[in-house]
């Protein structure tokens, strides 16, 4: 099983160059060198899951050593991280899979490919580790590949101008890890994540110090998660490719927050800062909905929704229940890889055209897409049979039983509106009639093998794994799981969902002339400008950064210029003046002044020598 765990390690990175090196010889092999480095990684992950016992892998590798300094590597492996390893392997593997077609007329294929494995290295090494040191440099091999990949169409300003503010956005919630490892490391003297765990269930630490440091890792959380008010990267992040879409910004990197504060739950439980992460993530929850509701890019609601069911999760957690949260957690990853690759497949048959409102009728053309996509669209939903109906309603049923009336609200209100926005993105895709001439016209068909084959897998496997929600809980946390109850709540929730899916249908369908009316009414406008801006909260931190950081620093570094350096050049004259007068005096001319003065001097120096011998 160690065999498969130096695999994990070491092969994403050797396969990057392999891809990069060899695809600069002859393309095609830069997509088989991913695909079997894919293949071979997934195959590890199930090798560790099925050899796997009762006691957690626990190695300890030599990580740098420069004479007696040695850094050690710790690789910590439990069910929480095989799980982290079957989604970030087995999604990473079917999405390569799929890039075959989606990215087979790109002239850059070599480099794309080489990133993404870069990509899965860094989630693997993040989710393996057992201090935090190990786990940030995971952390921030992913945020590097994010912005190599987003960037991918560097000379497009859109995507170059996306992958730069996804990097600085993360970026600053990463100081904020950073710090928490330098106060951990202080005053706890120990930066284990398992060794933190134990100290907050011994009381051993100082719950002011560990709150701070909580505070600050979910400050990191939020940054890689797309959470209020960190969101706005996440959206611009669409940029990319849709297949670093699925991959990253819907189904791994965008977990490694939650996977943080998953591991680290017994810490975060021991200082009270779940009752933070659950208020933040509730609102996170409600903007992420709202804001998806108005979208016209089939993408940007795609991420709205990412935001949203991430939010979701975060809840789970915050309000005590990691089973909860950890659950949504995969099958949020599962859903979601199948619905931005399914976009992935429109896009593609559209002739890349993005804008839902210029599609229809496509499931004339492409009727399987249409099915896969309705089977994701339902699961994101929270409709039973499929998965999301189960963690979802386990989420909101947590959040009822323990969360305070702030979350329960608007984390149901956002569990609500999942049905809405991602309907009327199916029937503007599918349904009607093409809204635009290339629609109408000749379509690139998905591939059975390539494209459809992916999306057939994640279909099924968002319908069949609801089988096992019980045993997926039970194998992350354990025996002892207190699941909510909440006499009704499933039944309000699927009752009110039923009649939001009928009026979204209803006026998507049948009344769009009514939704035009509506829509053309001043205040909707209103509302509909700050939904579909995202609450303008791009703007603001923009203003914020333009006028008062960068500005205040730009205007003290003027005064200080002009006030302060200047005045002393300025001054340096009137000194040199100054100083110039006072030995003008000296200058008589008489041999008796100019003995005297020497004398003098003389006298002062033979005074400091005796008064500095008798200091010492």
Same mark, same amino acid.
């Given at each position: 099983?160690?065999?498969?765990?130096?695999?994990?390690?070491?092969?994403?990175?050797?396969?990057?160059?392999?891809?990069?090196?060899?695809?600069?010889?002859?393309?095609?092999?830069?997509?088989?060198?991913?695909?079997?480095?894919?293949?071979?990684?997934?195959?590890?992950?199930?090798?560790?899951?099925?050899?796997?016992?009762?006691?957690?892998?626990?190695?300890t590798l030599p990580w740098i050593k420069y004479g007696d300094i040695?850094?050690?590597?710790?690789?910590?492996?439990?069910?929480?991280?095989?799980?982290?390893? !079957?989604?970030?392997?087995? !999604?990473?593997?079917?999405?390569?899979?799929?890039?075959?077609?989606?990215?087979?007329?790109?002239?850059?294929?070599?480099?794309?490919?080489?990133?993404?494995?870069?990509?899965?290295?860094?989630?693997?090494?993040?989710?393996?580790?057992k201090d935090l040191i190990g786990a940030f440099v995971g952390w921030?091999?992913?945020?590097?590949?994010?912005?190599?990949?987003?960037?991918?169409?560097?000379?497009?300003?859109?995507?170059?101008?996306?992958?730069?503010?996804?990097?600085?956005?993360?970026?600053?919630?990463?100081?904020?890890?950073?710090?928490?490892?330098?106060?951990?490391?202080?005053?706890?003297?120990?930066?284990?994540?398992?060794?933190?765990?134990?100290?907050?269930?011994?009381?051993?630490?100082?719950?002011?110090?560990?709150?701070?440091?909580?505070?600050?890792?979910?400050?990191?959380?939020?940054?890689?998660?797309?959470?209020?008010?960190?969101?706005?990267?996440?959206?611009?992040?669409?940029?990319?490719?849709?297949?670093?879409?699925?991959?990253?910004?819907?189904?791994?990197?965008?977990?490694?927050?939650?996977?943080?504060?998953?591991?680290?739950?017994?810490?975060?439980?021991?200082?009270?800062?779940?009752?933070?992460?659950?208020?933040?993530?509730?609102?996170?929850?409600?903007?992420?909905?709202?804001?998806?509701?108005?979208?016209?890019?089939?993408?940007?609601?795609?991420?709205?929704?990412?935001?949203?069911?991430?939010?979701?999760?975060?809840?789970?957690?915050?309000?005590?229940?990691?089973?909860?949260?950890?659950?949504?957690?995969?099958?949020?990853?599962?859903?979601?890889?199948?619905?931005?690759?399914?976009?992935?497949?429109?896009?593609?048959?559209?002739?890349?055209?993005?804008?839902?409102?210029?599609?229809?009728?496509?499931?004339?053309?492409?009727?399987?897409?249409?099915?896969?996509?309705?089977?994701?669209?339902?699961?994101?939903?929270?409709?039973?049979?499929?998965?999301?109906?189960?963690?979802?309603?386990?989420v909101v049923a947590a959040a009822w039983e323990w969360g305070n009336?702030?979350?329960?609200?608007?984390?149901?209100?956002?569990?609500?509106?999942?049905?809405?926005?991602?309907?009327?993105?199916?029937? !503007?895709?599918?349904?009607?009639?093409?809204?635009?001439?290339?629609?109408?016209?000749?379509?690139?068909?998905?591939?059975?093998?390539?494209?459809?084959?992916?999306?057939?897998?994640?279909?099924?496997?968002?319908?069949?794994?609801?089988?096992?929600?019980?045993?997926?809980?039970?194998?992350?946390?354990?025996?002892?799981?207190?699941?909510?109850?909440?006499?009704?709540?499933?039944?309000?929730?699927?009752?009110?969902?039923?009649?939001?899916?009928?009026?979204?249908?209803?006026?998507?369908?049948?009344?769009?002339?009514?939704?035009?009316?509506?829509?053309?009414?001043?205040?909707?406008?209103?509302?509909?400008?700050?939904?579909?801006?995202?609450?303008?909260?791009?703007?603001?931190?923009?203003?914020?950064?333009?006028?008062?950081?960068?500005?205040?620093?730009?205007?003290?570094?003027?005064?200080?210029?002009?006030?302060?350096?200047?005045?002393?050049?300025?001054?340096?004259?009137?000194?040199?003046?100054?100083?110039?007068?006072?030995?003008?005096?000296?200058?008589?001319?008489?041999?008796?002044?100019?003995?005297?003065?020497?004398?003098?001097?003389?006298?002062?120096?033979?005074?400091?020598?005796?008064?500095?011998?008798?200091?010492?």
């Open positions: 099983m160690n065999n498969a765990v130096m695999i994990l390690m070491y092969m994403p990175f050797i396969g990057a160059v392999l891809a990069y090196v060899l695809g600069k010889a002859k393309k095609e092999l830069a997509f088989w060198v991913a695909e079997v480095v894919g293949g071979i990684l997934f195959l590890a992950s199930l090798v560790i899951f099925f050899k796997y016992s009762d006691s957690p892998i626990d190695i040695e850094i050690p590597m710790k690789i910590y492996i439990d069910h929480l991280s095989i799980v982290m390893l !079957l989604i970030a392997t087995g !999604l990473g593997f079917l999405d390569i899979h799929f890039a075959h077609d989606y990215m087979g007329e790109d002239p850059d294929q070599p480099r794309y490919y080489a990133k993404v494995l870069f990509f899965i290295g860094g989630m693997i090494l993040l989710v393996i580790t921030e091999f992913m945020g590097l590949a994010s912005y190599l990949l987003i960037s991918f169409w560097y000379y497009k300003h859109s995507a170059a101008s996306a992958g730069m503010q996804a990097f600085l956005y993360t970026r600053f919630g990463d100081i904020f890890i950073l710090a928490a490892i330098a106060i951990l490391f202080y005053y706890a003297g120990t930066i284990d994540l398992i060794k933190l765990n134990e100290m907050a269930n011994t009381g051993e630490l100082n719950k002011t110090v560990a709150l701070v440091a909580a505070l600050f890792i979910f400050m990191g959380a939020i940054g890689k998660s797309g959470q209020f008010p960190l969101y706005p990267w996440l959206m611009n992040a669409m940029e990319g490719p849709t297949t670093v879409s699925a991959l990253i910004h819907g189904a791994t990197m965008v977990n490694s927050g939650i996977y943080i504060v998953a591991r680290l739950f017994d810490f975060f439980s021991y200082t009270d800062a779940l009752y933070v992460v659950a208020n933040v993530a509730a609102l996170s929850a409600f903007i992420g909905a709202t804001s998806a509701l108005v979208q016209k890019e089939i993408k940007k609601i795609l991420a709205y929704s990412t935001m949203s069911h991430l939010s979701i999760a975060f809840v789970g957690l915050g309000v005590g229940s990691l089973a909860a949260g950890m659950l949504h957690l995969v099958n949020h990853a599962i859903f979601k890889a199948l619905l931005f690759l399914s976009a992935g497949a429109v896009i593609y048959i559209a002739h890349h055209q993005k804008d839902a409102w210029k599609l229809g009728g496509l499931i004339k053309t492409a009727p399987f897409v249409a099915l896969f996509m309705a089977m994701g669209s339902l699961s994101l939903a929270g409709v039973p049979p499929f998965s999301g109906y189960f963690s979802k309603e386990m009336g702030f979350t329960k609200t608007f984390v149901t209100i956002a569990a609500l509106l999942s049905i809405a926005y991602i309907t009327r993105l199916w029937i !503007l895709i599918f349904l009607g009639e093409p809204r635009h001439e290339e629609i109408g016209g000749s379509v690139h068909k998905p591939s059975n093998l390539w494209m459809r084959l992916p999306l057939g897998i994640l279909a099924f496997t968002t319908l069949f794994i609801s089988i096992w929600q019980s045993d997926i809980i039970h194998y992350i946390v354990g025996d002892e799981v207190v699941e909510p109850h909440v006499a009704g709540l499933a039944a309000f929730m699927l009752t009110a969902m039923l009649i939001i899916f009928l009026i979204v249908v209803g006026l998507y369908v049948k009344g769009l002339n009514l939704l035009y009316k509506i829509g053309s009414h001043h205040f909707v406008q209103t509302i509909h400008q700050i939904l579909f801006n995202g609450y303008y909260v791009e703007a603001m931190i923009s203003w914020i950064s333009k006028n008062i950081v960068v500005g205040a620093i730009a205007a003290s570094a003027r005064w200080f210029d002009t006030y302060v350096i200047d005045y002393v050049v300025n001054k340096t004259v009137d000194m040199t003046k100054w100083v110039y007068n006072i030995f003008k005096r000296g200058h008589t001319g008489q041999i008796g002044s100019y003995m005297g003065q020497f004398v003098l001097g003389v006298a002062i120096i033979v005074i400091l020598i005796l008064i500095i011998i008798k200091g010492l």
